[in-house]
């Protein structure tokens, strides 16, 4: 099973910070992010599956329109920023298909840690905003492993907008 995670693109300042948009940079990472995600995400994929905060909601819907893909966008709580990311893996964990979430620091980085296996608490990345991290699960939960066993397969690296 693969998991992509992408962290939201950049969003701009303010309060509340539920309701920040993107921010002009945010929409254009957007746009060439989707540019470079091919066949191999959108062949996988059912649901784009964001948190409920805004500037995930709308990095998700630029996405898919750039991309020109019909996958519908799914509101997944358990991704906000200081949502526990213990939650988010014992569902990746059962998780039959690929799936495409879009979340928030330090969520992602705890979550890529813990599938990685490292130490409760450590972050598996330093996740910098619109950049996709793509796991592989290679085996399902045991008791020593609850979350099961993963591998890195890719980071892209936010795409370098002006």
Known sequence: MI?????????VPG???ADRPLSPKGRRQCARLARGLGF???SQVRF?????????ADTAARV?????????????????????PRATARVLAKSRSARFLVGHNPHLAGLVGLLLGLREGA??????KAALVTLER?????????????????????????
Not at 3 to 11: C, I, P, Q, S, T
Not at 123 to 128: E, T, Y
């Open 48 to 56: 784009l599956e964001h948190s409920p905060l805004r500037r995930a």
């Open 15 to 17: 309060e509340p910070d």
């Open 40 to 42: 191999e995400v959108w």
């Open 64 to 84: 898919r329109v750039a991309a020109k893909v019909r996958q519908p966008l799914r509101v997944l709580d358990g991704l906000e920023p200081e949502a526990d």
């Open 3 to 11: 998991v992509f995670l992408l962290r939201h693109a950049d969003a």
């Open 123 to 128: 972050a598996g990345i330093h996740f910098r």
């Open 138 to 162: 290679l085996a399902g939960p045991t008791a020593r492993k609850p979350y099961g066993s993963w591998r890195l397969k890719a980071l892209q690296p936010p795409p370098t907008v002006r």
